[in-house]
């Protein structure tokens, strides 16, 4: 929704239509001139910041569908509506919106209060060949909420599920809760807080994105080590697909067959609607240890990831910055890589086992910052998260590295944003691969993107890289391009630079997403990743829960 009221009766707040967040809190003047400097002292690159065009100035075609009078009162055909559900947050939503450019706006908005209203605008979408799009946060950065649906369908209208919210059950005793599909990650937490309990699941989007988007698109957390993907909090999920609603049985596992429940993980809206979900929950933390250390190299930082990875301490956050992406961020001076170790229980102290993942850490060459190692700096607490929308993240401890990533992770978008108001291109794009792959990875992606950058005449430009999570058989190395872009041109240079780098991830055995899914933009590396059989497979279900092709078309399998 554009607004949201925050739960003290504050004044609603407001999203941003062309960027990611919430508009009170995008940069201002003097955060943009400190990001101008920054590039200009430490990049030379010279930067002048455009402002966003107006929302009512922007055009948009006439509507192509009227809905049926049984609907009208769900849905909306304002051209405010329609342009702001008409993208995701990706770079490439960024640059169109700054240009006043609505490339594929919804013919409507449908704002569905229960799950049989969403029955009932499957059905009219289904029966009038209307494609139907699936929004929660509006969160996705690979066109996976763009109604960009070609030629064969009657129109388009955006499911937004914001209705669908809140904390429905609580089942204290076995630590699960059916929630909403349309529940925002703060107001999640903020549900399950008066009852000591935790989600405990951060994805960088927690700001502005749902549950229900988390499970379509198999999202990926906080947690760096052990259960980390939303697939293993999913208990059981209710979903409306064209051909009916699927309720799967709540159970702490089971052996019986396929998993229904892992049909619809990272289905992305093309077999049906997620409604609601019982989820895994957890006491909230009381218990927090860890810090920040240094290594010579990002690949002698890598080791030490790998041997905390492999050793069976589980520590809630393993992140590995490399210098150059840790300058930027403030949380170091260039000259090496930055690690950041946390562990937290709601049982039991953990300083052992921070203690044990210290000495992991100096012996594969890293500098212990001994100061933050006794404090609680590097788990991601869900205080230092907005605990309702829009609200400011604590700083946490003032003057560690722990605490600068912190408030760096939180702030990120909106400082994205920025940049690409100051003319740069600004995108990242993440894999996972086995650790024995992992410097060849490393090496092929960074060189086939600086390759593509000179291509499109991009000079200046840099590629960074962090791990975000670690498994005992490899690593999720995140990459970050900053650049340059051309005036008029930034949308085709970046066109160039991530075909390279999908290509060299594929071919050093990487996958072509690890939890930012599949969308639109990464379909076609999709294709060539999947198994063709398992291809077939999924469009034998899609035909079966969607027989008219409506449900998110082009996301996973091709429209029509």
Same mark, same amino acid.
């Given at each position: 929704?554009?607004?949201?009221?925050?739960?003290?009766?504050?004044?609603?707040?407001?999203?941003?239509?062309?960027?990611?967040?919430?508009?009170?809190?995008?940069?201002?003047?003097?955060?943009?001139?400190?990001?101008?400097?920054?590039?200009?002292?430490?990049?030379?690159?010279?930067?002048?910041?455009?402002?966003?065009?107006?929302?009512?100035?922007?055009?948009?075609?006439?509507?192509?569908?009227?809905?049926?009078?049984?609907?009208?009162?769900?849905?909306?055909?304002?051209?405010?509506?329609?342009?702001?559900?008409?993208?995701?947050?990706?770079?490439?939503?960024?640059?169109?919106?700054?240009?006043?450019?609505?490339?594929?706006?919804?013919?409507?908005?449908?704002?569905?209060?229960?799950?049989?209203?969403?029955?009932?605008?499957?059905?009219?979408?289904?029966?009038?060949?209307?494609?139907?799009?699936?929004?929660?946060?509006?969160?996705?950065?690979?066109?996976?909420?763009?109604?960009?649906?070609?030629?064969?369908?009657?129109?388009?209208?955006?499911?937004?599920?914001?209705?669908?919210?809140?904390?429905?059950?609580?089942?204290?005793?076995?630590?699960?809760?059916?929630?909403?599909?349309?529940?925002?990650?703060?107001?999640?937490?903020?549900?399950?807080?008066?009852?000591?309990?935790?989600?405990?699941?951060?994805?960088?989007?927690?700001?502005?994105?749902?549950?229900?988007?988390?499970?379509?698109?198999?999202?990926?957390?906080?947690?760096?080590?052990?259960?980390?993907?939303?697939?293993?909090?999913?208990?059981?999920?209710?979903?409306?697909?064209?051909?009916?609603?699927?309720?799967?049985?709540?159970?702490?596992?089971?052996?019986?067959?396929?998993?229904?429940?892992?049909?619809?993980?990272?289905?992305?809206?093309?077999?049906?609607?997620?409604?609601?979900?019982?989820?895994?929950?957890?006491?909230?933390?009381?218990?927090?240890?860890?810090?920040?250390?240094?290594?010579?190299?990002?690949?002698?930082?890598?080791?030490?990831?790998?041997?905390?990875?492999?050793?069976?301490?589980?520590?809630?956050?393993?992140?590995?910055?490399?210098?150059?992406?840790?300058?930027?961020?403030?949380?170091?001076?260039?000259?090496?890589?930055?690690?950041?170790?946390?562990?937290?229980?709601?049982?039991?102290?953990?300083?052992?086992?921070?203690?044990?993942?210290?000495?992991?850490?100096?012996?594969?060459?890293?500098?212990?910052?001994?100061?933050?190692?006794?404090? +609680? #700096? &590097?788990? %991601?607490?869900?205080? !230092?998260?907005?605990?309702?929308?829009? *609200?400011? =993240?604590?700083?946490? @401890?003032? /003057?560690?590295?722990?605490?600068?990533?912190?408030?760096?992770?939180?702030?990120?978008?909106?400082?994205?944003?920025?940049?690409?108001?100051?003319?740069?291109?600004?995108?990242?794009?993440?894999?996972?691969?086995?650790?024995?792959?992992?410097?060849?990875?490393?090496?092929?992606?960074?060189?086939?993107?600086?390759?593509?950058?000179?291509?499109?005449?991009?000079?200046?430009?840099?590629?960074?890289?962090?791990?975000?999570?670690?498994?005992?058989?490899?690593?999720?190395?995140?990459?970050?391009?900053?650049?340059?872009?051309? +005036? #008029? &041109?930034? %949308?085709?240079?970046? !066109?160039?630079?991530?075909?390279?780098? *999908?290509? =060299?991830?594929?071919? @050093?055995? /990487?996958?072509?997403?690890?939890?930012?899914?599949?969308?639109?933009?990464?379909?076609?590396?999709?294709?060539?990743?999947?198994?063709?059989?398992?291809?077939?497979?999924?469009?034998?279900?899609?035909?079966?829960?969607?027989?008219?092709?409506?449900?998110?078309?082009?996301?996973?399998?091709?429209?029509?």
């Amino acid at each position: 929704m554009a607004g949201m009221v925050t739960p003290g009766g504050e004044a609603p707040r407001t999203r941003s239509w062309w960027g990611w967040g919430y508009d009170d809190a995008v940069l201002d003047p003097s955060e943009l001139g400190g990001l101008a400097r920054l590039l200009r002292d430490s990049f030379g690159i010279a930067a002048t910041p455009r402002d966003p065009p107006d929302l009512g100035a922007v055009d948009l075609p006439s509507p192509r569908l009227v809905p049926p009078a049984s609907l009208a009162h769900l849905v909306s055909d304002v051209p405010a509506d329609r342009v702001r559900h008409a993208y995701g947050s990706s770079f490439r939503d960024i640059v169109r919106s700054l240009d006043g450019r609505i490339d594929h706006p919804p013919d409507l908005v449908a704002r569905p209060t229960s799950a049989a209203e969403v029955v009932d605008v499957l059905d009219w979408c289904s029966s009038s060949g209307v494609a139907a799009i699936p929004y929660g946060g509006g969160t996705s950065v690979v066109g996976g909420v763009e109604p960009d649906v070609g030629d064969g369908y009657a129109g388009t209208v955006s499911v937004d599920l914001a209705a669908l919210d809140g904390l429905i059950e609580l089942d204290r005793r076995s630590l699960a809760a059916r929630i909403g599909a349309g529940t925002l990650g703060p107001a999640l937490e903020d549900a399950l807080r008066p009852h000591g309990l935790t989600l405990r699941f951060f994805p960088q989007s927690f700001e502005c994105s749902t549950l229900g988007g988390w499970i379509a698109t198999r999202a990926g957390g906080h947690f760096a080590t052990g259960p980390t993907h939303i697939d293993d909090l999913v208990e059981a999920m209710g979903v409306v697909t064209p051909a009916g609603i699927v309720e799967t049985r709540r159970l702490p596992a089971s052996g019986a067959g396929p998993s229904p429940d892992r049909l619809f993980l990272g289905s992305e809206g093309a077999l049906g609607i997620i409604t609601d979900a019982w989820v895994r929950v957890r006491p909230r933390p009381r218990f927090r240890a860890g810090g920040s250390a240094t290594f010579a190299s990002l690949f002698e930082g890598a080791e030490a990831v790998r041997a905390l990875a492999q050793s069976g301490l589980a520590p809630t956050n393993c992140r590995l910055i490399d210098p150059v992406e840790a300058m930027v961020n403030g949380v170091g001076d260039g000259s090496g890589a930055l690690l950041i170790v946390g562990f937290e229980s709601a049982d039991h102290p953990v300083d052992g086992l921070a203690a044990r993942a210290a000495e992991l850490v100096r012996d594969h060459g890293g500098t212990v910052d001994e100061d933050s190692w006794h404090h +609680p #700096g &590097g788990a %991601l607490d869900v205080d !230092d998260l907005p605990a309702s929308p829009g *609200s400011a =993240a604590s700083p946490g @401890s003032p /003057g560690s590295a722990s605490a600068g990533w912190r408030g760096s992770f939180i702030r990120a978008p909106y400082l994205r944003d920025g940049l690409v108001r100051l003319g740069m291109m600004v995108e990242t794009f993440e894999t996972a691969v086995t650790w024995d792959r992992f410097e060849d990875l490393h090496a092929a992606v960074t060189g086939a993107t600086l390759s593509a950058l000179a291509e499109v005449g991009a000079s200046g430009g840099f590629v960074t890289c962090r791990t975000t999570h670690a498994y005992p058989d490899g690593v999720a190395p995140y990459f970050t391009v900053i650049a340059p872009g051309r +005036p #008029g &041109g930034m %949308l085709s240079q970046w !066109d160039t630079v991530k075909a390279a780098a *999908s290509e =060299a991830l594929l071919a @050093s055995g /990487g996958t072509i997403t690890h939890h930012h899914a599949v969308g639109r933009d990464h379909r076609p590396f999709y294709d060539r990743q999947r198994p063709e059989l398992f291809a077939a497979a999924l469009r034998g279900a899609k035909a079966v829960l969607d027989p008219s092709s409506i449900c998110n078309p082009g996301v996973l399998l091709p429209a029509g």
